[in-house]
């Protein structure tokens, strides 16, 4: 497409400026030479009345992509004007009353060990239903099924909370007794579990279910470019439906499973109100199963609607510290994503 | 005479040593009736049947095939056993979170003047009232109906042109330039951007502009923007690079400026994908929940004006009905009303969905055949 149009102009230049050229006699002279005269320049560079569209729009589309690049820095310099303050305040004023450092760093623990549960979770289970869309089902059903996936997407995260909250942890506190009971010399198991089911495992499960789409929708992608000569080849030497794709998909789409769990980990992370609606927060705790722990999203959004002072301006840093993170993560995923793009001539 | 040639029905060599076609079906109904027995043991139902059942019919049809098979067809049906589980796995959550919400949404939703009237007023006295001696649900979703709508329109305006035309540069006069190359990466690093993130920028970016505590549906737009730009932005880009080349040529050929081309040639072929893309967009962004959270707070009275004071939105609705109930010694009239709210919520979501692939087929380009 990039060629298609750049080539295109001068094909104009070579064919119209001949043809113009034949249309003017070499024997009458053009009584205003000036206006007559026709070269490939004045074809190119006419000043009709096209030509200010032309100009405008290119400019306006030109301004839209740089107000991108300005918004997105923008992001980044009016979260660190506004979290400066909280950075450089004296660390009694901080809540908690020891510095930001300190407020931050059970918040960002508390971050990732719910991320990690919820990629625990989810990344066998949607390499899973991926492969099925990809692989196993019937071909008529595959677009449906990864539509019904897709749905899963589209609830909103609030609804995901309430479910977590209403339904989720009601069901699941039995079963944390049980691992009380049973795997208590575990240290992320050990008890009293919490009566009301909620705890960090529980916001865990509801952000598998959130990257769980995500995931899924990027790997089934990155399957279904698996070169068919692969896969047939495989086949056709003998090898069993799973054979074939442990080894032709799999190792042909391990990047992009890399990557699409790292950019379900960058969702997860910034993931928030299923976070503030299950989790009965509390200080940091290695247990799963008894309430503690808070993450950063959460933090904030539960702090934020009442905040003011300098405690606007410590969840405003807290945010920054987020945005960092995840920044960090979706970075090396698109990276990674954009280096097997290029190795691998899949499109 | 010495028969040589007895009638004895052999398999074919082919065919030996495979799992009868029935197999997965025998297996099936042998693991239901097993899985009901054992769950009748310790008390049944329904969800821990399928559960014992699933788990017999894998062992079941794995170690069948581990004898006739061999190890190989054996490891071959565990792994199409595991994938199968674990789509089915997937799909217990979505049925799970739509049937919560159906059940425990239609009395919110089936309630009179819930659509219709705001929360002003509403307090917890009323709703005791409810709940001990029977009262009519007072309060509604009325005045937060208003306020997503309002804040998903005004970030409707901010992100389509922004995103549309940053698509149209990409695809158009792009041209893999550096800058190109940096707008596109940077928009994918956009898309993942936490939405609280965004909306402490909008946030952070008006308490420096327009004063400290600026919390309007404004604010919250331009947050809801933030996130939705990029969807723009990537999905439009897409439809656009599927417009046949020969069309653009076509258009030069015939004289017509490039931008005229693009307006008249590139736009309506791709027409239909980009307004289900936007209609995605929308989607996606009318639910979030932590940017309003930020940037609009939350009001119980019906307010129209995004450029200021507070506003109130669907989600924010429901994380406060559910968080902060109105009556705090009775929680189950502001459950009811939030899982109202969440009901109303998902069916926009789903329409929209829907709607974008009504459109997506209606204004597909005709093909001619």
Redesign the interface.
Same mark, same amino acid.
């Given at each position: 497409?990039?060629q298609?149009?750049?080539a295109?102009v001068p094909y104009?230049k070579i064919c119209r400026a001949p043809a113009a050229e034949a249309s003017a006699p070499g024997a009458r002279i053009p009584s205003k030479p000036k206006d007559r005269e026709v070269t490939t320049t004045s074809l190119t560079k006419s000043r009709g009345a096209?030509?200010a569209?032309?100009k405008?729009?290119?400019a306006?589309?030109?301004?839209?992509?740089?107000?991108?690049?300005v918004?997105?820095f923008?992001?980044a310099l009016? %979260?660190v004007?506004?979290a400066l303050p909280a950075l450089v305040a004296p660390a009694d004023k901080i809540q908690g009353g020891e510095g930001f450092f300190t407020y931050i760093w059970p918040l960002v623990i508390g971050t990732l060990i719910a991320s990690v549960i919820a990629l625990v979770i989810a990344t066998?289970?949607?390499?899973?239903?991926a %492969?099925?869309?990809s692989h196993?089902?019937p071909r008529q059903l595959a677009s449906g @099924?990864g539509y019904?996936?897709d749905? %899963?997407a589209?609830?909103?995260?609030?609804?995901?909370?309430?479910?977590g909250?209403?339904?989720?942890a009601k069901e699941i506190s039995p079963s944390y007794n049980w691992l009380a009971e049973n795997m208590g010399w575990l240290p992320i198991f050990q008890g009293p579990a919490s009566a009301t089911g909620k705890t960090i495992l529980t916001a865990g499960i509801v952000l598998a279910?959130m990257v @769980?789409p995500i995931i899924?929708s990027l790997t089934r992608e990155i399957f279904l470019q698996t070169p068919k000569l692969h896969e047939e080849a495989a086949l056709a030497l003998g090898a069993?439906?799973?054979?074939m794709?442990r080894m032709t998909v799999l190792p042909f789409g391990r990047p992009g499973i890399i990557s699409a769990v790292m950019?379900g980990l960058?969702?997860a @992370?910034?993931?928030?109100?299923a976070v503030? %609606?299950v989790l009965s927060s509390g200080a940091l705790t290695a247990s799963l199963i008894q309430t503690g722990n808070q993450t950063i999203?959460a933090e904030?959004?539960l702090n934020?609607?009442e905040a003011?002072g300098i405690k606007?301006n410590t969840?405003?840093a807290a945010?920054l510290v987020?945005?960092v993170i995840?920044?960090g993560?979706?970075?090396i995923?698109?990276g990674i994503i954009s280096r097997h793009k290029e190795f691998s001539g899949a499109n | 005479m010495t028969s040589t040639l007895t009638p004895v029905r052999k398999r074919s060599a082919l065919t030996r040593g495979q799992l009868p076609k029935a197999a997965p079906y025998i297996v099936l109904a042998v693991a239901l009736i097993l899985g009901a027995a054992i769950l009748a043991l310790i008390g049944f139902n329904a969800f821990g049947w399928g559960v014992v059942s699933a788990i017999l019919f894998a062992a079941g049809l794995v170690g069948w095939s581990l004898v006739v098979e061999g190890a190989r067809k054996a490891k071959d049906k565990l792994a199409t056993c595991l994938v199968v589980g674990a789509f089915l796995v997937a799909l217990l959550p979505l049925f799970s979170v739509i049937w919560t919400v159906l059940i425990n949404g239609l009395p919110g939703l089936l309630d009179p003047g819930f659509l219709t009237t705001s929360m002003n007023g509403v307090t917890g006295a009323f709703d005791n009232k409810t709940v001990e001696e029977g009262a009519p649900l007072l309060g509604g979703i009325y005045h937060a109906l208003m306020g997503t709508l309002l804040i998903t329109v005004l970030a409707t305006l901010i992100s389509v042109p922004v995103g549309l035309l940053t698509a149209i540069y990409l695809v158009e006069y792009g041209e893999d330039r550096a800058l190109a190359r940096a707008i596109t990466f940077f928009v994918d690093v956009m898309t993942g951007i936490p939405s609280i993130v965004a909306g402490l920028f909008a946030a952070a970016a008006f308490f420096a502009v327009v004063g400290p505590g600026t919390k309007t549906g404004a604010v919250a737009a331009v947050a809801l923007s933030v996130l939705m730009i990029p969807v723009v932005v990537r999905s439009s880009e897409e439809m656009l690079k599927i417009v046949p080349n020969e069309l653009r040529e076509a258009a030069y050929a015939l004289g017509v400026r490039k931008w005229r081309t693009i307006l008249k040639v590139v736009l309506p072929t791709a027409i239909s994908g980009i307004a289900s893309g936007i209609t995605l967009a929308i989607a996606r962004v009318i639910g979030e929940t932590a940017p309003i959270l930020v940037t609009a707070g939350f009001a119980t009275t019906i307010n129209t004006n995004v450029f200021s004071g507070w506003m109130a939105s669907l989600p924010t609705f429901i994380y406060t009905q559910i968080l902060n109930p109105t009556s705090p010694s009775n929680p189950d009239p502001s459950s009811q009303r939030a899982w109202g709210a969440a009901l109303v919520l998902i069916i926009l979501v789903m329409l929209l969905n829907l709607g974008a692939r009504l459109i997506a087929r209606i204004f597909a380009p005709k093909t001619g055949r």
């Amino acid at each position: 497409m990039e060629q298609g149009t750049d080539a295109f102009v001068p094909y104009i230049k070579i064919c119209r400026a001949p043809a113009a050229e034949a249309s003017a006699p070499g024997a009458r002279i053009p009584s205003k030479p000036k206006d007559r005269e026709v070269t490939t320049t004045s074809l190119t560079k006419s000043r009709g009345a096209g030509h200010a569209g032309d100009k405008v729009f290119s400019a306006a589309t030109l301004a839209a992509g740089c107000l991108i690049l300005v918004v997105l820095f923008g992001v980044a310099l009016f %979260l660190v004007i506004q979290a400066l303050p909280a950075l450089v305040a004296p660390a009694d004023k901080i809540q908690g009353g020891e510095g930001f450092f300190t407020y931050i760093w059970p918040l960002v623990i508390g971050t990732l060990i719910a991320s990690v549960i919820a990629l625990v979770i989810a990344t066998p289970i949607a390499i899973g239903v991926a %492969l099925f869309i990809s692989h196993f089902a019937p071909r008529q059903l595959a677009s449906g @099924l990864g539509y019904v996936i897709d749905l %899963l997407a589209a609830i909103p995260s609030v609804v995901y909370g309430a479910w977590g909250v209403a339904f989720l942890a009601k069901e699941i506190s039995p079963s944390y007794n049980w691992l009380a009971e049973n795997m208590g010399w575990l240290p992320i198991f050990q008890g009293p579990a919490s009566a009301t089911g909620k705890t960090i495992l529980t916001a865990g499960i509801v952000l598998a279910v959130m990257v @769980l789409p995500i995931i899924t929708s990027l790997t089934r992608e990155i399957f279904l470019q698996t070169p068919k000569l692969h896969e047939e080849a495989a086949l056709a030497l003998g090898a069993t439906r799973w054979e074939m794709i442990r080894m032709t998909v799999l190792p042909f789409g391990r990047p992009g499973i890399i990557s699409a769990v790292m950019l379900g980990l960058g969702r997860a @992370l910034g993931e928030t109100m299923a976070v503030a %609606l299950v989790l009965s927060s509390g200080a940091l705790t290695a247990s799963l199963i008894q309430t503690g722990n808070q993450t950063i999203a959460a933090e904030i959004a539960l702090n934020f609607p009442e905040a003011s002072g300098i405690k606007v301006n410590t969840l405003i840093a807290a945010g920054l510290v987020l945005f960092v993170i995840t920044l960090g993560v979706n970075m090396i995923a698109r990276g990674i994503i954009s280096r097997h793009k290029e190795f691998s001539g899949a499109n | 005479m010495t028969s040589t040639l007895t009638p004895v029905r052999k398999r074919s060599a082919l065919t030996r040593g495979q799992l009868p076609k029935a197999a997965p079906y025998i297996v099936l109904a042998v693991a239901l009736i097993l899985g009901a027995a054992i769950l009748a043991l310790i008390g049944f139902n329904a969800f821990g049947w399928g559960v014992v059942s699933a788990i017999l019919f894998a062992a079941g049809l794995v170690g069948w095939s581990l004898v006739v098979e061999g190890a190989r067809k054996a490891k071959d049906k565990l792994a199409t056993c595991l994938v199968v589980g674990a789509f089915l796995v997937a799909l217990l959550p979505l049925f799970s979170v739509i049937w919560t919400v159906l059940i425990n949404g239609l009395p919110g939703l089936l309630d009179p003047g819930f659509l219709t009237t705001s929360m002003n007023g509403v307090t917890g006295a009323f709703d005791n009232k409810t709940v001990e001696e029977g009262a009519p649900l007072l309060g509604g979703i009325y005045h937060a109906l208003m306020g997503t709508l309002l804040i998903t329109v005004l970030a409707t305006l901010i992100s389509v042109p922004v995103g549309l035309l940053t698509a149209i540069y990409l695809v158009e006069y792009g041209e893999d330039r550096a800058l190109a190359r940096a707008i596109t990466f940077f928009v994918d690093v956009m898309t993942g951007i936490p939405s609280i993130v965004a909306g402490l920028f909008a946030a952070a970016a008006f308490f420096a502009v327009v004063g400290p505590g600026t919390k309007t549906g404004a604010v919250a737009a331009v947050a809801l923007s933030v996130l939705m730009i990029p969807v723009v932005v990537r999905s439009s880009e897409e439809m656009l690079k599927i417009v046949p080349n020969e069309l653009r040529e076509a258009a030069y050929a015939l004289g017509v400026r490039k931008w005229r081309t693009i307006l008249k040639v590139v736009l309506p072929t791709a027409i239909s994908g980009i307004a289900s893309g936007i209609t995605l967009a929308i989607a996606r962004v009318i639910g979030e929940t932590a940017p309003i959270l930020v940037t609009a707070g939350f009001a119980t009275t019906i307010n129209t004006n995004v450029f200021s004071g507070w506003m109130a939105s669907l989600p924010t609705f429901i994380y406060t009905q559910i968080l902060n109930p109105t009556s705090p010694s009775n929680p189950d009239p502001s459950s009811q009303r939030a899982w109202g709210a969440a009901l109303v919520l998902i069916i926009l979501v789903m329409l929209l969905n829907l709607g974008a692939r009504l459109i997506a087929r209606i204004f597909a380009p005709k093909t001619g055949r």
